[in-house]
């Protein structure tokens, strides 16, 4: 049992260039999002997708793009890459329970990727 | 912007000693929970406690909630070295988000 998947785990780009961060999950998840995680930031959400074809904005969704076609998977595109896009970014997946449920998240091992 | 923050930024205690801490978020929330990351990993679910819930139980993990005062605390009894982590609290809300305070980093010596 895999769990939460993230590919690839290290990635240095230029600016500018564009780069698509994978994430899979075998837990048949109905929720599925992406973090970043910046020194003295904690974790932001960027999206979240509560099913397939169903994908909202987090707090910092600018300059990043998702999609959901299955439930499995929950890619994460960097359009156009910058600096400030420099970070550790984490997909996680849950259940869910209905409004008043838990939600408790499985995270993949993160993916570091710096641009220059 | 973020809902929940932790108290204190970072603790240092001996092996052996209890490790108190706390959260603090702004809106009315469904459930809350605390995560923990080891260094360079992702983050693992510890506990969770519902809105309607005052204080909860998992080994030697103690959380309250005091909704009145948005607030919760997370007791670890009896500390560990492998314990040394970054705790983190989540607060769901009406929707399925989950946000994330920007941790506590325990340092447990032996």
């Known amino acids: 049992n895999a769990g939460v998947t993230q590919t690839p785990k290290f990635q240095v780009l230029k600016t500018g260039q564009s780069m698509t961060l994978q994430c899979a999950q075998d837990?048949?998840?109905?929720?599925m999002s992406w973090y970043r995680q910046d020194p003295g930031m904690g974790l932001r959400l960027i999206h979240y997708s509560v099913g397939a074809g169903i994908t909202d904005q987090g707090e910092v969704p600018n300059g990043y793009n998702v999609s959901r076609s299955t439930t499995e998977d929950f890619p994460l595109r960097l359009l156009s890459a910058a600096p400030s896009q420099t970070s550790v970014y984490f997909c996680?997946?849950?259940?869910?329970?209905?409004?008043?449920?838990?939600?408790?998240?499985?995270f993949g091992a993160g993916s570091r990727l710096t641009v220059l | 912007s973020q809902q929940g923050e932790e108290d204190p930024q970072a603790l240092s205690i001996q092996e052996g000693e209890n490790a108190t801490m706390n959260c603090s978020y702004k809106t009315s929330i469904n459930n809350l929970q605390w995560y923990r990351q080891n260094s360079g990993r992702g983050l693992v679910h510890l506990i969770l406690i519902r809105s309607n819930e005052r204080e909860k139980h998992s080994g030697r993990l103690r959380v309250t909630l005091d909704t009145s005062k948005k607030s919760s605390s997370l007791l670890i009894t009896a500390s560990r070295a492998a314990d040394t982590a970054s705790y983190f609290c989540?607060?769901?809300?009406?929707?399925?988000?989950?946000?994330f305070g920007k941790g506590t980093l325990l340092t447990v010596n032996p």
């Open positions: 996680a997946s849950s259940y869910i329970e209905g409004t008043g449920g838990a939600n408790v998240l499985t």
């Open positions: 837990m048949n998840h109905e929720y």
């Open positions: 989540a607060t769901r809300g009406s929707n399925y988000k989950l946000t």
